[in-house]
C-alpha cells in the first residue's frame, strides 16, 4: 500500500516545486512526511509541526519530529500557539489555530501543504457529519484540495488507510507517538471511530463511507454548476452592489439557496455558509440582514450588499484592501471607510449645492449604500466613487468567484 501512497503523493504535489508537511509526530503525519521525503526528495520538502500547548508532553514530540527531519534532511519549525484557547470549542479552536498559523509559515517559502488526512478520517468525517443531519456539501466529505489562508492544502492519502500508513512505517523502522486524546470518548471523532468498529458487522466499513464520499462529491458538483449557471443569468453587479432578478427566488431549492449562500459568503467574507433556516427565512421574507449582509427588494430586483452596522468601524488607508475586496486609486492620502449615515448627509448637502448628482440617482437603496466605501480625511468625505461624487477618485471591487466553495 505504500507505493499507492507514493503515487498519491507524486500526483498531488506535481507542478510545486516545494510542499510542507504538516507534522504533529502521530503516525499519519510521520508516515506523510517519510513518504513525501521518498516520492519527492528531502529538498522539495519542508516540515512544520504546530505546539498548541495543552499537552506537556507536545514540547518532547515536537523535539521529535525534529530529530526525525534532521535524519531525512528536511528543513524543520515549530509554531507555537500562545493565545490559546478562549471559548468552549477546544478541538475547533485547536483546529483553526492550526491552519492559521501553518498558513502563515507557509506563505513564500513552499507552493502547497500537504495533510495527513486518511481514509479513515474519511470515513470518521462522513459520520459526525451524517449525525448533524449534513446534505450533500457536509457528506461529500473532506475535498482532496482546497485554498485557505492563501494556501493550497492538500490531502492526497485520503484513498490510504491509517493501517497502511503504519505498516510503511513499521517496515522502515520508523516510530511515532500516539496522542491520548485519540481514544477519549469526550470527543465526538473518537465516537465515531469506536462506531465503525460496530458498523463493520453490517458491512459499512471505512472504505466504503469514503467511497460514499467520494459519490457525494460528484453530486455537489453538478450542484454546483447548476448554481454557477442561475449566478449568470440572475445576477450582475452595480457598484458593489448585488443586483439580482426577483426570478432567482423561484429557482428549485437547492440551486436557490445554494446561489444565495455563495453570494452572502463572498460579500460577506466568511468560509463557511449560512444555517439553512436562516438563508430559507431571509428569502421567504425577501428583506432582512445575514452574515453582515443587507437584503432590499424593491419590485423584481433583489439588492445584496454589505450591512452598514457590519463595516461600520471598518477604516484603513486608500492603498489598502478594505473590507477584504475594495481597492482605491486617487490624489493624494485618504482612509477608506463606509460611508454610513455621516457620508450620505455629506452628500446630500453638496448635491443641493449643485456639486454632483444626489445619491438616490444611483437606484441603490439608502440602507445598502451606507454600507459602501468613501474616501474619509480627518472625518470629513472627500470623495464616493460609487455615489456619484468621484473627486478623481475610484474604487474597485473583487468579482465574484465561481460557485465552488471551499472544501472543509
Do not use: K
Not at 534532511?73 to 500562545?82: E, I, M, P, Q, S
Not at 478520517?121 to 450533500?136: H, I, N, W
Not at 467520494?214 to 453587479?237: K, S
Not at 428549485?252 to 460579500?267: K, N, V, Y
Amino acid at each position: 500500500m505504500s507505493g499507492a501512497a507514493l503515487s498519491a503523493l507524486l500526483a498531488a504535489c506535481e507542478g510545486f516545486d516545494r510542499v510542507g508537511v504538516a507534522v504533529s509526530g502521530g503516525g499519519d503525519s510521520v508516515a506523510a512526511l517519510v513518504l513525501a521525503v521518498e516520492a519527492l526528495g528531502a529538498t522539495r520538502v519542508a516540515a512544520v509541526t504546530v505546539d498548541h500547548g495543552l499537552r506537556p508532553e507536545a514540547a518532547a514530540e515536537a523535539a521529535g519530529v525534529a530529530a526525525l527531519c534532521a535524519r531525512l534532511g528536511v528543513a524543520h519549525d515549530v509554531l507555537r500557539w500562545d493565545e490559546g484557547p478562549r471559548g468552549g470549542n477546544l478541538m475547533g479552536e485547536a483546529r483553526a489555530a492550526r491552519l492559521r498559523l501553518i498558513g502563515g509559515w507557509a506563505r513564500g517559502r513552499v507552493g502547497a501543504v500537504v495533510l495527513a488526512h486518511t481514509q479513515d478520517d474519511q470515513a470518521e468525517t462522513l459520520l459526525m457529519r451524517l449525525a448533524r443531519g449534513s446534505g450533500v456539501d457536509g457528506l461529500s466529505g473532506m475535498a482532496a484540495r482546497r485554498e485557505a489562508e492563501g494556501m493550497v492544502w492538500l490531502r492526497p492519502l485520503l484513498g490510504v488507510s491509517r493501517a497502511a500508513l503504519r505498516a510503511a512505517l513499521v517496515e522502515r523502522g520508523v516510530g511515532w507517538v500516539e496522542d491520548p486524546s485519540n481514544a477519549d470518548p469526550r470527543y465526538l471523532r473518537v465516537r465515531a471511530r469506536q462506531a465503525l468498529g460496530v458498523l463493520e458487522g453490517l458491512g459499512i466499513d471505512a472504505e466504503g463511507l469514503a467511497a460514499t464520499a467520494g459519490r457525494m462529491q460528484r453530486a455537489r458538483a453538478v450542484l454546483e454548476g447548476a448554481a454557477q449557471r442561475a449566478l449568470e443569468q440572475h445576477v450582475t453587479e452595480d457598484r458593489g452592489i448585488l443586483r439580482i432578478a426577483a426570478s432567482a427566488l423561484d429557482l428549485p431549492g437547492e440551486t436557490r439557496d445554494r446561489l444565495f449562500a455563495h453570494l452572502l459568503m463572498q460579500l460577506g467574507g466568511s468560509a463557511y455558509r449560512p444555517r439553512l433556516e436562516d438563508l430559507q427565512r431571509l428569502l421567504a421574507a425577501g428583506r432582512g440582514t445575514l452574515m453582515g449582509c443587507l437584503l432590499r427588494r424593491r419590485g423584481e430586483t433583489l439588492f445584496l450588499g454589505r450591512e452598514a452596522r457590519a463595516v461600520a468601524d471598518l477604516a484603513c488607508a486608500a492603498d489598502r484592501v478594505w473590507d477584504r475586496r475594495w481597492r482605491a486609486a486617487g490624489p493624494g492620502e485618504a482612509r477608506i471607510g463606509a460611508l454610513g449615515p455621516a457620508g450620505l448627509e455629506q452628500l446630500s448637502r453638496q448635491a443641493r449645492e449643485g456639486r454632483h448628482p444626489h445619491w438616490r440617482e444611483t437606484g441603490i437603496p439608502e440602507p445598502l449604500l451606507q454600507g459602501l466605501p468613501g474616501l474619509w480625511r480627518e472625518g470629513r468625505l472627500v470623495a464616493a466613487p460609487l455615489a456619484l461624487w468621484p473627486e478623481g477618485w475610484s474604487l474597485s471591487a473583487r468579482p465574484l468567484a465561481a460557485i465552488a466553495p471551499p472544501g472543509p
